[in-house]
């Protein structure tokens, strides 16, 4: 930055008054392990994530089977940063590929007498993200099958990419229908002949992942759900139906080894365990959460250990230092040797910052923050001093509080407030129009940020009805935990002409491969109590949409007259003053001023009553599907010029179709 012409300190300083990006740095959540992240230094605890890469080639290049399945324990003081290094290795495999990703975080685990059928749910929701081929890790494997199966008719075919085969699949499968041909019959025959002990219905539902049409039922049925009877005969596949839980906890180990043995096939796994200590429940058994997933990781060792894993398994599991030695280490039974394998019983130890790493790690968090902003600071970790930064890195501070101390401490000198009137309406307003200057273009792509403000803005108006809907509660509470994942961010409980209404609320501005998930839990009125799910997004986002895309299919479903649900636009100048009420309430000591005069005021003035952000929330849904963009004009043309041959089709032209 010495080069650079430095802003005006008056902007830099405006800046930080406006915005702390440490303010929610502190913890790592599930979302932030498969999203964009947080700002990582690959030296910090490099001897973790090396070792990790190292034990992938290890198990990848072994001719035995017997080392084709390894265990790792990672050991670190809550903080410390385990979560970062599992988020390093997810967002370099989906950079640079090399393995599958699966993630487990067992704190959303509701009940450990059923740990199996949850780890199969857990298998088969981390292969729906995108992997490295910008597809979902399901569908990387389902295109490699295919591959394999059109080499199998002929020789010659050449391989199309993961992204050519789902654009075509649909229209190929519909192709053979009008010839009472059925195109995934003979594909998972030809797949079946060079996988001889695969299941062939497992082998059949990753097939289908390549259907933009079917990828949400084939995900069901892999992570052990019922499909409708119809449904699952239209997929050549068992409906699961009338099974208990029980019955499908004894069928999971079983399923998880015939999927893992499929994937591993054409891409090395890594599946981690993370934050076993936070949950304190206990199995019927006895048995605690730290102890049931050990068990666990036994389990998948001995199932694995000698079967066909052709480019090897990584187990990774996370704990802290007195969970290794006084749980999972006197554990009987040969356990801590199956979840500790590749370093032979002694965990990875992680380590603290220290003044170098502090001064890389803030320098890296206000990159993006004063670039974001067009910015030049006096210096790269303005406001901080590097002499104060590597003080406090002496004590040897965990990430989670040397994050937390810089939020604290993440201020510059700004002239004193103007003395505050005495009447507290004027204190309000005051406070109202400072809030309301705020920069928000942060704020505009933090799903988090925009859940609270909005979740706030439906709690001034607990009582009121609006739109003939009655506002009774609201809940961030989402349940099951484990399945919603924190994608629906909250729930409107209320009332609509005495009819009870649950309106699911999820706000996702993440990529479209996050929207997908969001919208798979948005969609499932039954799992989560929905008697309605809204989606808010902004239209620019919404706008971006292929119609032959999976979030376009899942919108569908939304707004469908079934489900009758909505996607509400998110709109700069409806959200922002939402950011600014919560700011204010946030920040009330500051202007003299009771939270409760703050709800008092914003009642007052209608200011939350006349939003139409939340009153488009509110309202009845139109059940018409946004404008987005027209499907792929390459398709469209090559349907037109290259429709399907009107011939009789058998194997020896399968693949001719896709070419």
């Not at 495999?93 to 199969?120: C, H, M, P, R, W």
């Not at 810089?406 to 309406?425: H, I």
């Not at 003299?592 to 509110?618: G, P």
């Amino acid at each position: 930055m010495n080069n650079i012409e430095v802003s005006p300190i008056e902007a830099v300083n405006a800046a930080i008054q406006n915005h702390n990006p440490f303010s929610k740095a502190g913890i790592v959540k599930e979302q932030d392990i498969w999203g964009k992240g947080f700002p990582d230094i690959p030296t910090l605890n490099a001897h973790a994530s090396d070792a990790i890469f190292q034990a992938v080639e290890k198990v990848q290049t072994s001719q035995s089977s017997q080392e084709k399945v390894t265990s790792l324990v990672l050991t670190a003081q809550q903080g410390v940063g385990k979560s970062h290094i599992l988020s390093r290795i997810r967002r370099r495999l989906e950079s640079n590929g090399g393995a599958l990703f699966v993630y487990a975080s067992v704190n959303n685990y509701t009940d450990l007498n059923l740990i199996k059928y949850q780890f199969q749910q857990t298998l088969a929701n981390s292969l729906s993200h995108t992997g490295s081929q910008s597809v979902m890790q399901w569908q990387e494997i389902a295109a490699a099958m295919a591959n394999e199966g059109f080499k199998a008719i002929n020789s010659a075919s050449q391989n199309l990419s993961p992204q050519e085969l789902i654009d075509r699949f649909d229209r190929v499968c519909a192709s053979w229908a009008t010839k009472n041909k059925n195109f995934m019959n003979t594909l998972t025959k030809q797949v079946l002949k060079t996988k001889l002990k695969a299941d062939p219905y497992i082998v059949r539902a990753v097939l289908w992942t390549l259907s933009e049409a079917e990828t949400p039922f084939a995900i069901k049925w892999l992570s052990g759900e019922e499909l409708d009877k119809s449904k699952a005969e239209e997929l050549g596949l068992p409906a699961n139906s009338g099974k208990t839980n029980q019955d499908r906890e004894a069928e999971s180990l079983n399923n998880v080894q015939q999927i893992l043995n499929l994937v591993s096939y054409y891409s090395p796994v890594i599946i981690c365990f993370d934050e076993i200590d936070v949950n304190t429940s206990c199995r019927d058994d006895g048995l605690t959460t730290p102890q049931v997933i050990a068990d666990l990781v036994k389990r998948l060792y001995d199932t694995l250990e000698h079967s066909e894993l052709g480019q090897g398994l990584v187990i990774i599991t996370v704990m802290m230092p007195y969970t290794w030695t006084e749980t999972v280490h006197v554990m009987s039974g040969g356990i801590p040797d199956r979840v500790s394998t590749y370093t032979q019983r002694k965990p990875i130890d992680l380590k603290y910052l220290n003044g170098d790493s502090l001064v890389d790690l803030v320098q890296l968090w206000l990159q993006d923050f004063y670039h974001l902003r067009n910015l030049n600071p006096p210096h790269p970790v303005y406001p901080f001093e590097e002499s104060q930064l590597r003080e406090y890195g002496r004590g040897k501070p965990t990430v989670r509080e040397a994050l937390t101390w810089c939020a604290e401490n993440f201020k510059v000198f700004m002239p004193p407030m103007p003395e505050l009137p005495e009447d507290p309406a004027e204190r309000f307003e005051l406070a109202f129009t400072k809030e309301l200057e705020g920069d928000i273009r942060d704020d505009m792509e933090d799903n988090s940020t925009l859940a609270k403000a909005i979740f706030f803005g439906f709690e001034t108006l607990k009582g009121q009805t609006i739109d003939k809907v009655t506002v009774d509660d609201l809940t961030a509470d989402i349940k099951p935990k484990a399945k919603n994942a924190d994608w629906i961010n909250f729930k409107i409980i209320g009332t609509e002409n005495g009819r009870a209404i649950n309106i699911g609320v999820a706000i996702i501005q993440s990529s479209q491969s996050e929207l997908v998930a969001g919208l798979k839990r948005l969609i499932d009125y039954q799992t989560f109590d929905l008697t309605r799910g809204c989606l808010v997004r902004s239209q620019s986002k919404i706008d971006n949409i292929k119609k032959n895309s999976k979030a376009y299919q899942l919108l569908e479903q939304l707004v469908s007259v079934e489900k009758g649900g909505e996607v509400v636009y998110l709109i700069e100048e409806q959200i922002k003053p939402l950011l600014a009420l919560c700011a204010v309430c946030k920040k009330c000591r500051d202007y003299n001023l009771t939270q409760d005069q703050v709800f008092d005021f914003i009642s007052q003035k209608q200011l939350t009553f006349e939003n139409l952000l939340l009153r488009e929330i509110l309202s009845d849904p139109s059940g018409e599907m946004p404008a987005v963009d027209d499907e792929d004009e390459s398709l469209l043309l090559e349907d037109i010029f290259n429709p399907p041959s009107s011939d009789d089709t058998d194997d020896g032209d399968i693949s001719d179709l896709f070419s």
